[in-house]
């Protein structure tokens, strides 16, 4: 089947394209309901002190329950919600979710824990990020400090000037900033010495196959010195394994997230988990 188009060009006819085409159409559609039909949840991923054996901390991670479709992850609509604008507001709805739950288990006891939340690159170059970051720290109470915000490589790389201007005004409110996915972005290492950040988060590509992978070794051996030598903090992403964790704390890296302790959880679940760490 052929429809034909003007003068001499005809297209083939699909009828899957055009079922795909409805899907995405119903998809996005769906997509700009999400947040006002509170379809959002947040779930946290413990970040495990391997030497105290505690979680010190949690990352947000945003889910979509989507009417009918089950729990749609991040990489199935994030980028869609980033085409379209929807990241901005999605962002900063998980961000205040983020910092009153986080401000419910201090007030439960736990004054320790910090969170982090990702950023994605148009919601970090928004104007008002600044002030929204301020005014949810506000509204919510947590201490700034407890805050950290994961960025990635590429974001740094491009736009530098303003980018440092912003992540300065950030660290003025004390907020924590992190370099999510490590190695994996644009690396000109040159970037680390101009950028005040706090943490480097080892991509998860690299503690694959670690430690029988000699690559895989070296990288992550030599991020962790890096991180040592400019005196920021040093977690591994994606740990699932027991060998894994024994390399990375044999090499100095002591802050562990990954399905190896614990999958990210709902926030009552992360509760149980720390009351039964005192236990
Ligand atoms: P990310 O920030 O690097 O987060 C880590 C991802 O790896 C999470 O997937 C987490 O569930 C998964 N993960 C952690 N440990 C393990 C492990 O041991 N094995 C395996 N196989 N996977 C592990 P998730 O939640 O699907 O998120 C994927 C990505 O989507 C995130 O990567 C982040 O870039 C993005 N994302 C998630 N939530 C948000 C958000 O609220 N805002 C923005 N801008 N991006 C988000
Ligand atoms: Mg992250
Ligand atoms: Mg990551
Ligand atoms: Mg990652």
């Given at each position: 089947?052929?429809?034909?188009l003007?003068?001499?060009?005809?297209?083939?006819?699909?009828?899957?394209?055009?079922?795909?085409?409805?899907?995405?159409?119903?998809?996005?559609?769906?997509?700009?309901?999400?947040l006002?039909?509170d379809?959002?949840?947040?779930?946290?991923?413990?970040?495990?002190?391997?030497?105290?054996?505690?979680?010190?901390?949690?990352?947000?991670?945003l889910?979509?329950?989507?009417?009918?479709?089950?729990?749609?992850?991040?990489r199935?609509?994030?980028?869609?919600?980033?085409?379209?604008?929807?990241?901005i507001?999605?962002?900063?709805?998980i961000?205040r979710?983020?910092?009153?739950?986080?401000?419910e288990?201090?007030?439960?006891?736990?004054?320790?824990?910090?969170?982090?939340?990702?950023?994605?690159?148009?919601?970090?170059?928004?104007?008002?990020?600044?002030?929204?970051?301020?005014?949810?720290?506000?509204?919510?109470?947590?201490p700034p400090?407890?805050?950290?915000?994961?960025?990635?490589?590429?974001?740094?790389?491009?736009?530098?000037?303003?980018t440092?201007?912003?992540?300065?005004?950030?660290?003025?409110l004390?907020?924590?900033?992190?370099?999510?996915?490590?190695?994996?972005?644009?690396?000109?290492?040159?970037?680390?010495?101009?950028?005040?950040?706090?943490?480097?988060k080892?991509d998860?590509?690299?503690?694959?196959?670690?430690?029988?992978?000699?690559?895989n070794?070296?990288?992550?051996?030599?991020?962790?010195?890096?991180?040592?030598?400019?005196?920021?903090?040093?977690?591994?992403?994606?740990?699932?394994?027991?060998?894994?964790?024994?390399?990375?704390?044999?090499?100095?890296?002591?802050?562990?997230?990954?399905?190896?302790?614990?999958?990210p959880?709902?926030?009552e679940?992360?509760?149980?988990?720390?009351?039964?760490?005192?236990?």
């Amino acid at each position: 089947k052929a429809k034909k188009l003007s003068g001499n060009q005809f297209q083939l006819y699909d009828p899957e394209l055009e079922d795909r085409t409805v899907e995405s159409v119903e998809f996005e559609n769906d997509l700009y309901r999400a947040l006002k039909n509170d379809e959002l949840t947040a779930v946290y991923q413990p970040k495990y002190d391997s030497l105290k054996n505690v979680i010190v901390g949690v990352e947000a991670l945003l889910r979509w329950n989507r009417p009918n479709k089950g729990v749609i992850k991040p990489r199935d609509f994030i980028p869609l919600a980033e085409e379209t604008g929807l990241i901005i507001p999605m962002g900063e709805w998980i961000l205040r979710k983020a910092c009153a739950q986080t401000k419910e288990w201090h007030n439960q006891g736990f004054e320790h824990m910090a969170v982090s939340v990702n950023l994605s690159p148009q919601q970090f170059n928004q104007e008002e990020l600044v002030a929204n970051v301020k005014q949810i720290l506000e509204d919510t109470e947590l201490p700034p400090s407890c805050l950290e915000l994961e960025l990635t490589e590429n974001l740094i790389i491009h736009n530098t000037k303003k980018t440092l201007n912003v992540i300065h005004q950030l660290r003025e409110l004390g907020v924590k900033i992190s370099i999510d996915d490590f190695g994996t972005g644009y690396s000109s290492l040159g970037y680390l010495k101009d950028f005040p950040v706090d943490t480097l988060k080892i991509d998860k590509t690299f503690i694959d196959e670690l430690p029988e992978n000699p690559n895989n070794a070296a990288i992550t051996n030599t991020i962790i010195t890096l991180a040592n030598s400019l005196q920021l903090d040093v977690i591994a992403e994606g740990v699932e394994k027991k060998e894994q964790v024994e390399y990375l704390n044999a090499h100095g890296c002591h802050l562990i997230q990954g399905y190896y302790f614990s999958k990210p959880l709902k926030a009552e679940n992360v509760m149980q988990q720390m009351y039964s760490q005192y236990l």
